[in-house]
């Protein structure tokens, strides 16, 4: 986001600080929040707008997830606005062209406005939404903003407010944030603003039309991090050595120079580890909890980072390394795709165990300290973990570069703008074709020569 306009702005107290220390790291792109910002347009348009970061509003763990927050952004700025905007760090602002694109809309009504993205076919992140035609229901690019108008809010926040939110998980905010909106056909249709872009800043194309448009250059963080501070820990079992572990050997086990793989069984053709947990059809919560202490044990070489992936996980260890050179491995970061847990009455954020699940040695450190465990070696491992973090108070940082599904089941236009790190699932795919296609370039030596402008980088 373009931040200049901020300077002459009274932001409360408690998000100011906040705001002159994140101004250099939004500007870069750098997604060490896991946030997204809050935008609210005056009713006048004149003055500028006041910027709010969600995660700033509250001490509600669910507060990434907007819906909770509709009552809070109601009561604040109902009567002083007319639309709010919501955008993600890396998304540029041109003020003046947004508040004429909004000015194009009644603001007297309800208007969800937003860049349209579709299913291409149904999938399991959308609970498989819209089986007989996916491509039928359309939902907002967060990164190209996204405005909902007074009205709207209005209602919707009565809405959140008389009626509990049904939904226990929250898998694709955006998605959902849609679908509640849309109501069953009751509630308005995102309705789709060219302006709303999320073509790169520095585009060969013109982009005098668009009031929004993305951060193009990858975060300048340092130099990506060595792989001698890396292990990576892949959970297997015996009757998928033959089908799951040649594909990791043939794609991206090279790019790992510390990697161990964890089975029910030893098999030292792999070779593979047995971790001593019998195998679980479901959750592998004690096989990850042996990984963990495994990791701080002197069996492994001492790392900074802990990476936990399943045998059916696609990954690009030069994009990880790019990546983790953003965060401190001496602070206790968990770092991946976030999913979430009956956010709306006090539950708790987690990190999607499929598209991996990265920890600093001093996030290991304090979950082991803390006494947490499974209540069963079948429980799901990622959520167990999610609920210890949250007792623990430790933060779940997201990317989106992490995906626990197929690049199928991620709208086309949603992936155009990513240089993604992960995928996961072999099903109904070939998955050596679809690391090629997705994951196999060294991004460490595409940063230093400059990206390829066709594609946004949010790393």
Not at 86 to 108: C, I, P, R, S, Y
Request: glycine share 6%; charged share 20%; hydrophobic share 40%.
């Amino acid at each position: 986001m373009d931040w200049s306009f901020l300077a002459p702005l009274k932001i409360k107290k408690a998000v100011q600080p906040l705001v002159k220390l994140l101004q250099p790291l939004v500007g870069a792109g750098i997604p060490t929040l896991g946030t997204i910002d809050l935008l609210y347009v005056h009713e006048t348009c004149h003055e500028p707008p006041v910027v709010l970061l969600l995660h700033t509003l509250s001490d509600n763990e669910g507060d990434w997830s907007i819906l909770p927050l509709l009552p809070y952004i109601s009561y604040s700025f109902g009567k002083n606005s007319s639309w709010i905007v919501f955008l993600e760090e890396e998304t540029n602002v041109k003020m003046t062209k947004l508040a004429q694109v909004l000015a194009k809309f009644d603001k007297n009504k309800e208007w969800f406005l937003g860049k349209p993205l579709h299913d291409e076919e149904s999938t399991i992140i959308h609970h498989y939404a819209f089986a007989e035609n996916p491509s039928v229901f359309k939902y907002p690019d967060f990164a190209a903003a996204w405005a909902l108008s007074i009205p709207l809010v209005v209602r919707l926040a009565n809405k959140v407010r008389d009626e509990p939110l049904k939904s226990d998980f929250t898998i694709d905010l955006k998605h959902e944030v849609a679908l509640y909106i849309w109501d069953n056909g009751n509630g308005p249709h995102l309705t789709a603003v060219p302006e709303l872009c999320t073509e790169p800043e520095d585009s060969s194309q013109p982009l005098n039309h668009c009031a929004t448009t993305l951060s193009s250059k990858p975060p300048l963080c340092g130099e990506p991090v060595n792989t001698e501070d890396i292990f990576v820990a892949v959970k297997t079992c015996r009757k998928f050595h033959s089908e799951r572990v040649p594909v990791i050997k043939k794609t991206w086990e090279k790019d790992a120079l510390f990697l161990e793989y964890y089975s029910d069984h030893a098999d030292p053709s792999i070779p593979t580890i047995n971790i001593g947990v019998p195998n679980t059809e479901r959750g592998h919560c004690g096989k990850t909890f042996a990984i963990l202490q495994r990791f701080l044990s002197s069996s492994v070489p001492n790392t900074k980072w802990l990476i936990v992936v399943d045998d059916d996980t696609l990954i690009s260890i030069p994009r990880l390394q790019v990546l983790l050179s953003c965060y401190n491995p001496s602070e206790p970061v968990c770092l991946g795709e976030r999913y979430g847990y009956g956010l709306s009455q006090g539950g708790y954020s987690y990190i999607t165990g499929g598209g991996g699940m990265v920890f600093s040695r001093e996030a290991v450190v304090r979950l082991l300290d803390s006494g947490c465990k499974c209540y069963s070696n079948d429980a799901p491992d990622d959520m167990v973990l999610g609920m210890c973090l949250n007792a623990l108070g430790l933060p779940v940082t997201h990317s989106p570069l992490f995906h626990q599904a197929r690049p199928e089941d991620y709208a086309r236009d949603f992936l155009a703008h990513q240089v993604p790190i992960s995928f996961h699932k072999h099903w109904n795919i070939d998955p050596v074709a679809v690391f090629n296609k997705w994951l196999k370039d060294d991004l460490v030596a595409k940063a230093s020569d400059g990206l390829d402008k066709s594609a946004k980088t949010e790393l």
